[in-house]
């Protein structure tokens, strides 16, 4: 009988990175079902406020997850952070406070995500540059427009990839084009062809090194006999 552990989701620790840290932070609140006391917040209430049992539990409850998530917070922010953050009563002004320093204008986020698509737009395969490099950067930079919140279909990467090969690749490249839908073709997949063409172009690049320096070795044979 095999015996399964369960391992929990590592907290997201506070890099400066700010929107890669607010998705990765609010999807693990999310998955605790603690995102509502973040983005709603709990409402306090007056010290006279006449409450049932149902709501007074309610409210315990409420104010216990938000305890629980300040807890997640103090232990992924750095202390440095934390010092200048005034207001630190409930997991929403501390993830409030964190957004206005940290996201920046909407101006600022505009600037860089232009950066982003022209360095996009931009990339093309260079000479010696592997398959699995060029995916691997072309791929980091998608996921860092997407993270400024610009929707970036896989197509669109598929396309850029296709049309920014090396000449090398134009056969491969042409019968992707002429055969499938790219619409409906995955980058894995498109990776593992491509993969596939560079290995048989080198494996023939070393076929013929080999026929070459035989033939050449043989030429040189009546020569050495003289």
């Known amino acids: 009988m095999t015996t399964e552990y369960f391992v ?3 907290i997201p620790r506070f890099d400066g990175h700010y929107n890669h840290w607010s998705m990765l932070m609010e999807n ?3 998955s605790k079902e603690y995102w509502p006391v973040v983005s709603i917040g709990v409402q306090e209430l007056a010290a006279d406020t006449a409450l049932s049992e149902a709501q007074k539990a309610e409210l315990d409850s409420l104010r216990l997850k938000d305890l629980k998530v300040k807890n997640y917070l103090f232990q992924v922010i750095d202390s440095s952070i934390l010092k200048i953050i005034l207001c630190k009563d409930t997991s929403k002004q ?5 957004k206005k320093k940290y996201q920046g204008t909407t101006k600022v986020k505009q600037v860089q995500l232009q950066a982003l698509r022209d360095e996009f737009e931009a990339l ?3 000479g010696g540059e592997s ?3 060029y995916f ?3 791929l980091a930079i998608s996921n860092k427009i997407r993270i400024y919140g610009e929707e970036l279909k896989d197509v669109i990467i598929i396309e850029k990839i296709l049309r920014s090969m090396t000449a090398k690749f134009n056969f491969i490249v042409c019968s992707i084009e002429e055969s499938k839908d790219v619409d409906a073709f995955c980058i894995d997949e ?4 491509l993969l596939a063409h560079d290995q048989k172009i080198n494996q023939q690049d070393k076929n013929e090194v080999a026929l070459r320096a035989v033939m050449s070795s043989k030429g040189r044979d009546p020569k050495k006999d003289k």
């Not at 501390?94 to 964190?98: A, C, E, G, L």
């Not at 498109?190 to 062809?193: A, C, H, I, R």
């Open 136 to 138: 691997s950067k072309v």
């Open 94 to 98: 501390i993830w409030d406070s964190m």
């Open 8 to 10: 929990p989701a590592a």
């Open 131 to 133: 398959v699995t490099e």
């Open 28 to 30: 693990f609140l999310r």
């Open 124 to 126: 093309h395969m260079q």
């Open 190 to 193: 498109l990776q593992g062809s």
